[in-house]
């Protein structure tokens, strides 16, 4: 069975949220190296109803020389939502109904590679406390935002685990956890 990893960019307050507006003086050769990394390993993409609207109208028209586009734009992608009733980007399927946590669990049965979801704490969150989320890959950059969404904010106790950590040249560290059994 394959891993759902959550792979998201962090402040260093805990802020997930927007990181359009402070991720990217950070972005460099090392980081696009590892997001390239996560790519090849991935096999799915799961999102949720806000993300899949927000992207499925952003990527779709983008041309295949825009960085990420080729990329999302093929990748088989699970969206979870039992508000959706259908779902029209290329590649793309509803999960929802019921079980969507048994639906996951199945899911990772069947991908050949990882599942990766991004941008959605409430997703992550959703998937940790399911027992499905697998690990955590963050990228914590040297910055506090000060407002915003912050990943821990259900007021739940998650106990993590190190798997592995590195720091990169701009002072963003690259962590990856995974639940504590």
């Not at 402070?22 to 993409?45: C, K, L, Q, R, V």
């Amino acid at each position: 069975m394959r891993k759902v990893v959550s792979a998201l960019f962090l402040s260093l307050d805990g802020v997930v949220e927007s990181p359009d507006q402070w991720h990217f003086p950070y972005f460099n050769d090392e980081m696009g190296a590892i997001i390239g990394a996560g790519m090849e390993s991935t096999g799915a993409f799961l999102m949720g109803r806000k993300l899949y609207s927000e992207w499925s109208e952003y990527w779709p028209p983008q041309p295949d020389d825009v960085p990420f586009s080729t990329y999302i734009n093929r990748v088989k992608k699970y969206v979870l939502s039992n508000s959706l009733s259908e779902v029209g980007w290329n590649n793309s399927e509803l999960v929802s109904g019921d079980d969507v946590a048994g639906q996951v669990r199945a899911i990772k049965q069947r991908v050949d590679g990882d599942i990766t979801m991004s941008g959605s704490a409430t997703t992550a969150l959703w998937l940790l406390g399911e027992g499905l989320l697998d690990e955590f890959h963050l990228l914590l950059h040297p910055i506090a935002v000060g407002h915003g969404r912050r990943l821990f904010e259900d007021g739940a106790t998650h106990p993590l685990r190190l798997v592995h950590e590195s720091a990169l040249s701009t002072g963003v560290l690259d962590l990856v956890y995974a639940p504590a059994d």
